[in-house]
Each structure stands twice: as C-alpha cells, then as structure tokens.
C-alpha cells in the first residue's frame, strides 16, 4: 500500500505492507490477510491510496479479492 502525492509528480509519501510469506503457509488457496496501516500525520485529502500486490519471485500468479479498507478516526 502506497500513499503518493499528485502535485509532487506522484511521490510516494509513504508505504507500507504484508509479506505474504511471514502469514500465507499453504499456496493455491484464499487465505484471509489482514494489517492495520497508521497512516503519517502529515496525510492529506488530496493524496492517493494505492493498493497492490507485488511478488516478485512468484512462478504463480497471486489474487487478490474482497478488499476492504475501513477508515477508523
């Protein structure tokens, strides 16, 4: 998960993840991931969240679905 910057040419301002391998122990089959993101005080309204899966050594592809994000003040 990235939050980046649209007036400063996208930047990232800060990022942040799961390492499937430290919670996913049995491949080929959904298994429910979750994480609680504190995101930076210096986050505004105007900036993006980006979400995406990155596995870079896979010789499979990895699925996501039934995101949720919850805002929680």
Partial sequence: ?????????????F????ALADVVKDYKQWTKVSK???LPPNATYNQRIKVFLWRSGAASPVYLDDLTI???E
């Fill in 15 to 18: 990022s942040d993840g799961v």
């Fill in 36 to 38: 609680e993101i504190v």
């Fill in 1 to 13: 998960m990235q939050v980046i910057d649209p007036d400063k040419n996208n930047e990232p301002i």
């Fill in 70 to 72: 919850k805002v929680l």
